[in-house]
Nanobody, 120 residues
Framework: QVQLVESGGGLVQPGGSLRLSCAAS????????MGWYRQTPGKERESVAT???????NYANSVKGRFTISRDNAKNTGYLQMNSLKPEDTAVYYC??????????????WGQGTLVTVSS
């Protein structure tokens, strides 16, 4: 069974930092795309940052210069380093991975979500 497990959320004060991790496990062949998304109650899920297999990254305007997405292909793991956090960054953060399993079947995986709360 393939799955995506997130970790690293929690409570942090404004201006603080957190690092989220997202690990794919199971019969993973390759991961071509990883992304982080967030959602608050009553709002649609929005893209925060994405990274392609070649390393090309994209960021939402609201997090540019503060968040950094990265990945370790050998470990099938993605990261989101979040600095200078603001109260408006409070949300449930979800990781997404797209790729293929060892039988070359298409995979689109979502993590379970991890809550990030920015508050004093």
């Amino acid at each position: 069974q393939v799955q995506l497990v997130e970790s690293g959320g929690g409570l942090v004060q404004p201006g603080g930092s957190l690092r989220l991790s997202c690990a794919a496990s199971g019969s993973i062949g390759s991961i071509s795309f990883m992304g982080w998304y967030r959602q608050t109650p009553g709002k649609e899920r929005e893209s925060v940052a994405t990274i392609a297999s070649g390393g090309t990254t994209n960021y939402a305007n609201s997090v540019k210069g503060r968040f950094t997405i990265s990945r370790d292909n050998a470990k099938n793991t993605g990261y989101l380093q979040m600095n200078s956090l603001k109260p408006e960054d409070t949300a449930v953060y979800y990781c997404k991975a797209v790729g293929r399993d060892r039988s070359f079947r298409y995979l689109e995986l979502w993590g379970q979500g991890t809550l990030v709360t920015v508050s004093s």
